[in-house]
């Protein structure tokens, strides 16, 4: 990747951001995704303080905390701010529950014109989410430079998905039919949706997120063409609208959708654990770095599988890449699964 | 497709059949999954005296109604028995709830060694299910040739993925894990579901199934190199077994698995809703029949959206192909819609 393309004009240091920036690193960086969560004592401890999940998320401190977490017990190669996805949502004035082990439940969805139009949008929308900035601050300062921080929103389909359908669903039927039934409602969504989050991530580079990630958790649901319609332009607009650091696109599932992605002015591209390297490698070429992507269920093996199955991956991407679970880390997972994990990157070399 | 390759002896007369075998017919034929089912009036009906939904199975004479109800009531070019793929592990000894509008739930699931060894497996735990076969019994002497029956059953995989999860999931993890961490013992597991799924699908050939869909509903949970070692082989000891009648094998999410399963000896192999037909085709080659994959929320849009939506896929398949949609019918499809899913493709011609 040339220079002249980087979004940041001081080349930065850290490994993470080195290799996010298309640097050619010593080994590739690693963190995890849910790496702050309850596979962590430390964060089980503080959630006890905060059994309220989204008490817990306004608290900046107690988010910060969790933040650094990952970074003190398991020495990954960077911290992501801990907050949730549907902050956003609710910023826009539709409030969220998350109920313990079941996930999250909105009590009123969106159904109409008059729903949409009732929503905030922009900048007015994400200035109610001054904490998570508060958080980012926090942790910026507590990291002291030890690992770069990681800025995160959930894109735009996946944030319509979970306001239309009102919670976790298997098929997402009822936010899919939106599109069919009433595209324009949706287009129109999706640009407040967009709009909001683009205010809200410029807030999250101001408190000091180095890098930010897009999670499309639910980009797996549709057809191609679909995607293509209801989601990439929605990406592209907050791309473009972030120059100032890199970004990192995580559309879980949307193999289909690789060769779209490429095109994207983000510099890395998340892979779940589906997709195999090759063939990542092969529809995406090398303008992207490639983030991802073990099966998670790879880290309640035996430290010895886990090192091969790690070793595996880190030689199928071999460069221009930075090492990541196919996924969030699941809760229940042994902290030695993670920590053989962690350790399998860091004592490997290209 | 080469006659002599053919598994059927004298030439079917039926649209479904001959264009399973390969056969260039003047239109593609049409049915749903999950046609025999809420979506129609006639179920919601019968359901009423049978609210007890293993209760219903377990009735031949209902079970047949609603196996006929959709050729009736919808014109659809093929009847599949009204079963669950479920039916299986309570034959071999797991019994399973049906919790209304939630899923189905295993109060034990498996966990050990002793859980595997003390299953009932093959010929013995197929000969419980004498309901189902008289349940196709009585569907083909009622369909009296108008459209060829399809019997069916669950692949291994994914019913290994019930017998541990015990449930629905959105990660299967617990299924998953087992194949890291006791691959001998999911082998084990896997091979007695092969042994109980030939002999029953022996069985309901006996019993008059012109052919057999094997539902690989979870394939997509797993990273391509799990899905060589833990689904594939199975899949083709299953084909294999059963060479009179044409099979069809529907792995859902297995797009990086199309290479795989065309070495299976199947006449057709299914796709979901995410798979573009071009793709599909050129990993597939002409040597299988398609059958799908309009998106399921397509039929929720108006007449006019179905159509124009139908014919798209109809055309970008364009022969060897059996149309169908990519996924299941969402219970609460409107019926116009399918109506004008199902008439669209009947008014179409190659």
Redesign the interface.
């Known amino acids: 990747m040339a220079t002249n393309q980087s979004p940041v004009t001081n080349p930065p240091t850290q490994l993470f951001l080195r290799a996010a920036l298309g640097e050619t690193t010593e080994r590739p960086p690693v963190w995890l995704m849910r790496q702050a969560g309850r596979i962590l004592p430390q964060y089980r401890a503080l959630r006890l303080r905060f059994p309220d999940f989204k008490a817990f998320v306004k608290t900046p401190e107690a988010a910060a905390e969790a933040t650094l977490q990952p970074v003190d017990e398991l020495g990954v190669d960077a911290a992501i701010v801990f907050s949730d996805i549907l902050v956003v949502p609710e910023a826009m004035g539709l409030n969220y529950e998350m109920i313990e082990a079941k996930g999250p439940r909105f009590p009123k969805t969106i159904e109409s014109q008059h729903d949409v139009e009732a929503l905030r949008s922009g900048a007015e929308a994400a200035e109610s989410l001054e904490y998570v900035y508060e958080a980012l601050r926090v942790s910026k300062r507590a990291l002291a430079d030890r690992v770069p921080l990681i800025g995160f929103a959930g894109a735009p389909w996946t944030i319509l998905a979970y306001m239309v359908e009102g919670s976790?669903s298997?098929?997402f039927?009822k936010a899919?039919?939106l599109?069919?039934?009433e595209p324009v409602l949706a287009h129109t969504l999706l640009q407040k949706i967009t709009d909001t989050t683009i205010a809200y991530l410029r807030q999250q580079v101001v408190a000091g997120a180095d890098l930010l990630q897009l999670f499309d958790s639910w980009a797996?649901e549709?057809?191609?063409a679909?995607y293509r319609a209801f989601a990439v332009p929605y990406l592209r607009q907050i791309c473009e609208a972030m120059p100032e650091v890199p970004k990192t696109v995580f559309a879980k599932?949307a193999?289909?959708a690789l060769e779209d992605l490429v095109g994207l002015p983000c510099q890395v591209i998340g892979l779940d654990?589906?997709?195999?390297p090759a063939?990542a490698k092969q529809k995406i070429g090398g303008g992207k770095v490639l983030q991802g992507n073990l099966?998670?269920?790879?880290l309640?093996?035996?430290t010895q599988?886990i090192e091969k199955e790690t070793v595996a991956m880190l030689r199928a991407f071999g460069g221009n890449h930075i090492a990541n679970l196919?996924?969030g880390v699941?809760p229940?997972t042994p902290l030695d699964g993670v920590r053989a994990f962690v350790g399998a990157v860091k004592n490997f070399q290209y």
């Open positions: 976790g298997k098929t039927s899919r039919r599109l069919y039934t797996g549709l057809p191609a679909h599932g193999w289909f654990w589906n997709i195999d063939f099966d998670p269920c790879a309640y093996a035996d599988t196919g996924h699941y229940d």
